[in-house]
């Protein structure tokens, strides 16, 4: 019978664990009989029991013993209370082990029993030391997991209290995608900017998981609130172990209970609920809060807007991420338009979509200032669209890259001192708001901003021709020539596969994660399926994730997601790869030079019929196993020989991209020279 509380894994953790692909724990469920049997979970989606899988694994060689951070994860996913619970029980140990080092290390060294009985009061001290006797951090409970926060301890170890709760509150929303709607950090850090420097109190009303607040940095106090008192926990622990700050947290609705009702801070950072109809409309009424109009039923985010203007000290700041009806439902124009009048509303900045959740459409982040009494209101508004700023890559990096987030900052910052700032077409305006007070009070920045001369203008649509040019005419002159038939006469080479070449020391054989610094850029399989410069941004790594995984000159990158085949050759240039950080769903190949061309080798990768060979097939996705793919085994001066084709073929194919996306340049411009009169028909 298996016994209660067994840790179970499914077959993507068994992979983490092996460090294999989900298709080799497939293949092994298939050919050995003696593969653990599920134990849980659905039939398309089973669990196994941890222990007899790690006894499995270890039996046949393929597991040494399991790293710490996976056992303490599966301590938490087997946690009898769920694994909220278990993250919040494990968030206060680390508070005590950062906080009270000394007094955790006399728990330590106690047995197991005294150690349970003794870590109540030291917590619950430790807790009310940092959020205050009022905090939502529920009590310890008597079945304390004991294992489980000697485990987390030990862990914290070496990276720290606070970079171990990143990692398993990571990997928990990781694992539950759906159940959570995050502020991305590339967000929250641009929400932070906005508020400006000097913080000391901020509120966030709406807190979530705590990204905004986390993102303010020398903040002395941080009111935190959320709906959700799991959230509300997890939240007031990872304030609390980010920094130095004294965390005030609650669990109620903000707008029917607000916990803080006597604050005046200096900045409101918020990502509220969007479109919700039962914000409390019919039982707040006649709240104070609502100084510049009863918001409608269907205008929540108005009411939310309120809320941090109500609760700002004169002069302070509130920066809340809206959804782009907010800007312009008519519902909506009356308040629009008092916070207009008075001068509440000083910015709208308009993101690309998928620069937070949801994805689909490009949010806003609106500032405000409190307004001090008889100061006069601003002339004109501010508003800004950051599609403007990077039209290339991916839309969820270009909220996020630091060059765009410092084009947003610098303008607010003009703006914010003298009142004005210059015109940038499609990108920037200051729009006097008397300009803005018709029937519609539309607020939406695309609205507002002269449209860019054509193409740049008359003289950058010249440009863009005459490169056009170049490149056709160099792609032209890299177009291979007529393809040759192989001879008949000698027998083909035998075959070997990169998993060989890698237990060989051929190559090395890594799996990229997207973690480093915040200044390196990442490749991701986006870029290199597209031909793109690198163009994400690096996520703070967990415990044990080891060094950052960083491209060099002669490196192969093979995207693992996807049913294209793809493999890119890093060189000196750094829209290459060169010195970035490889991304999560690449693989990186590093091959010794003596053995291996790395033009032969990438090209190899890309056969269509080794990518099929090599490939597994999920419900919604593609995934690719590097270790299976093929290539001839072949003397040096034979893989040069294909290496210098593959090359040619890869400058032939760069030239094809980048002509496409000058013609598209073109052709754009010139529509939008006509349809705007800046170019003539003739």
């Not at 140990?93 to 349970?116: G, I, M, S, T």
Request: proline letters at 10%; charged letters at 20%; one cysteine or more.
């Amino acid at each position: 019978m298996l016994e209660e509380n067994v840790p179970e894994v499914t077959a993507a953790e068994i992979a983490r664990l092996a460090g294999v692909g989900r298709a080799a724990v497939s293949n092994w469920r298939r050919r050995h009989p003696d593969f653990p049997k599920p134990v849980g979970g659905t039939e398309t989606s089973p669990s196994f029991a941890l222990p007899a899988v790690e006894d499995w694994l270890r039996a046949q060689g393929k597991l040494a013993e399991v790293p710490l951070r996976e056992r303490v994860w599966q301590q938490i996913t087997a946690h009898p209370g769920g694994a909220v619970a278990a993250l919040v029980e494990a968030g206060a140990a680390l508070l005590v082990v950062r906080d009270r080092p000394a007094q955790w290390l006399e728990l330590a060294a106690l047995p197991d029993e005294r150690f349970a009985e003794r870590l109540p009061a030291v917590r619950a001290e430790a807790l009310t030391a940092r959020l205050g006797a009022g905090h939502p951090v529920p009590a310890l409970p008597a079945a304390t997991a004991v294992p489980l926060l000697r485990a987390v301890a030990e862990l914290a170890a070496g990276p720290g209290a606070r970079q171990t709760f990143e990692f398993l509150l990571g990997r928990h929303l990781e694992a539950n995608p759906r159940q959570y709607t995050l502020t991305p950090d590339g967000c929250a850090e641009l929400m932070a900017g906005l508020a400006g420097p000097g913080i000391r109190t901020a509120l966030d009303p709406a807190c979530g998981t705590g990204s905004p607040l986390r993102a303010l940095t020398g903040a002395a106090v941080l009111h935190a609130q959320d709906a959700s008192p799991e959230l509300a926990a997890l939240a007031a622990l990872r304030l609390a172990l980010h920094g130095s700050a004294q965390v005030r947290a609650a669990a109620a609705d903000s707008l029917r209970a607000d916990a803080f009702p006597d604050a005046a801070v200096d900045a409101v950072l918020c990502h509220p609920p969007f479109n919700e109809r039962n914000w409390g409309h019919e039982e707040l009424a006649y709240d104070p809060r609502w100084e510049y109009g009863f918001p409608a039923r269907t205008e929540s985010e108005l009411a939310w807007i309120q809320h941090a203007l109500a609760r700002l000290r004169e002069g302070g700041t509130a920066v809340l991420l809206m959804p782009p009806a907010a800007a312009a439902r008519r519902s909506g124009r009356r308040i629009r338009a008092d916070l207009l009048r008075r001068g509440a509303l000083r910015a709208v900045v308009s993101l690309p979509a998928g620069a937070a959740p949801p994805y689909g459409i490009p949010l806003q982040l609106w500032v405000l200032r409190k307004p001090a009494p008889g100061a006069p209101a601003p002339a004109g508004l501010l508003l800004v669209d950051t599609a403007g700023l990077d039209p290339d890559g991916p839309a969820r990096a270009r909220a996020a890259r630091p060059g765009v987030r410092d084009a947003v900052l610098a303008t607010w910052t003009a703006y914010d001192r003298t009142g004005t700032v210059p015109e940038t077409p499609g990108v920037s305006r200051v729009v006097p708001v008397v300009e803005l007070l018709d029937d519609d009070v539309d607020l939406t920045p695309a609205r507002h901003l002269p449209p860019p001369a054509a193409g740049g203008g008359l003289a950058e649509l010249a440009a863009v021709r005459e490169r056009l040019d170049g490149t056709l005419a160099r792609a032209a002159r890299l177009t291979p020539p007529t393809a040759s038939p192989a001879g008949r006469s000698a027998a083909p080479p035998s075959q070997t596969t990169v998993g060989e070449l890698a237990r060989a020391g051929a190559l090395l054989l890594r799996a990229g994660t997207g973690t480093g610094p915040g200044e390196l850029p990442v490749l991701t399989e986006y870029d290199v399926y597209a031909g793109n410069a690198p163009s994400g941004t690096a996520a703070t790594p967990g415990p044990d994730t080891g060094e950052t995984l960083v491209a060099e000159p002669g490196d192969v990158v093979v995207p693992v997601v996807g049913a294209l085949s793809a493999a890119r050759v890093v060189t000196e240039d750094p829209a290459s790869g060169a010195g970035a950080v490889i991304g999560r769903n690449l693989q990186l190949l590093r091959p010794d030079p003596a053995a291996l061309d790395p033009w032969f080798l990438a090209g190899f990768l890309r056969g269509t019929a080794n990518t099929r060979r090599a490939s597994s097939h999920a419900s919604t996705a593609t995934r690719l196993d590097v270790r299976r793919l093929q290539l001839p085994r072949l003397p040096p001066a034979e893989q040069r020989r294909y290496g210098a084709r593959f090359r040619a073929l890869a400058e032939f194919e760069d030239a094809l991209r980048l002509a496409g996306r000058l013609g598209e340049q073109l052709v754009q411009g010139l529509y939008d020279g006509l349809s705007d009169g800046s170019v003539t028909p003739d």
